[in-house]
């Protein structure tokens, strides 16, 4: 569920940067995935966690 709600939220942000030309707010993303803005910030934390985690394994495994 929250990997579903987590591509929504990409797929969201992409959609709108290319209507926009910009990066979306956070009320903007909000709005497109019919979510509320502490969700989306919830689902940005977790996304930008993953990130770091997914780069510092990655580190990791360079050194090895």
């Not at 956070?26 to 910030?41: F, M, S």
């Not at 940005?44 to 580190?59: D, G, K, R």
Request: glycine fraction near 2%; avoid cysteine.
């Amino acid at each position: 569920h929250m990997a579903r709600e987590t591509n929504r939220l990409l797929q969201a942000t992409m959609e709108l940067e290319d209507e926009l030309g910009r990066e979306a707010t956070l009320t903007e993303l909000a709005e497109k995935i019919n979510l509320p803005e502490d969700k989306v910030k919830e689902l940005i934390q977790v996304s930008m966690n993953a990130a770091e985690f997914s780069q510092s394994n990655e580190s990791a495994e360079d050194e090895e």
